[in-house]
């Protein structure tokens, strides 16, 4: 039982380029999201799933697509990368997404775009 | 606009003795507050959480305390151990999303 896995770890874009960020979890959760981590500012919420084929924005949905085919992974894609995307890259998965479900999160990704 | 502030960014304790975390939100409607605890190069992991029904939540050296009236919560550890030290995070949720504060980073000195 691996939890929620996140690849890369870390990455290095320059302005423009496009990438994933994978998610993955083996807990069978309903329930996925991202997060972002800046300084100063927190956890922010990205975009969130229910379950697979939903997907809903959450506070800072701006330059960021989800899709989620399968209940196990949850992609996050960034079209067209800019600076102030640089941050930590934080996956989560709870079980039906209710606020008593206990959220396990993965390992992050530390992203920089030049 | 944050829902959830963690007004101290950092706070210093001496093994044993207590660590108190503050955190204070803006929507009286919150009903539900969670604490996670964060280890450099770590994803969040859940503490402890406390619904708006009651006023303390306990768990072994962890009590969470729920003011509503003065919309602020506080995370208690006693006694403080160095494994303790981590960023701190007080939460809340609307629906399914979540909002999560600036964190608070504990150092407990040996």
């Known amino acids: 039982n691996a939890g929620v896995t996140q690849t890369p770890k870390f990455q290095v874009l320059k302005t423009g380029q496009s990438m994933t960020l994978q998610c993955a979890q083996d807990?069978?959760?309903?329930?996925m999201s991202w997060y972002r981590q800046d300084p100063g500012m927190g956890l922010r919420l990205i975009h969130y799933?229910?379950?697979?084929?939903?997907?809903d924005q959450g506070e800072v949905p701006n330059g960021y697509n989800v899709s989620r085919s399968t209940t196990e992974d949850f992609p996050l894609r960034l079209l067209s990368a800019a600076p102030s995307q640089t941050s930590v890259y934080f996956c989560?998965?709870?079980?039906?997404?209710?606020?008593?479900?206990?959220?396990?999160f993965g390992p992050g990704t530390r992203l920089t775009v030049l | 606009d944050q829902q959830v502030k963690q007004n101290s960014p950092s706070l210093s304790v001496q093994e044993g003795r207590i660590s108190i975390l503050n955190c204070d939100y803006t929507?009286?409607?919150?009903?539900?507050f969670l604490w996670y605890k964060k280890y450099p190069a770590e994803g969040p992991t859940f503490l402890i959480s406390?619904?708006?029904?009651?006023d303390k939540n306990e768990d072994g050296r962890f009590t969470v305390f729920l003011n509503k009236s003065a919309k602020h919560l506080s995370l208690h550890i006693v006694p403080s151990q160095p494994g303790d030290s981590a960023v701190y995070f007080c939460?809340?949720?609307?629906?399914?999303?979540?909002?999560f504060g600036t964190g608070t980073s504990l150092t407990v000195i040996p």
């Open positions: 989560a998965s709870s079980y039906e997404g209710r606020y008593t479900d206990t959220q396990y």
């Open positions: 807990m069978n959760h309903e329930y």
């Open positions: 799933s229910v379950g697979a084929g939903i997907t």
């Open positions: 929507n009286s409607m919150f009903d539900y």
């Open positions: 406390i619904s708006s029904i009651k």
């Open positions: 939460a809340t949720h609307t629906g399914n999303q979540f909002y």
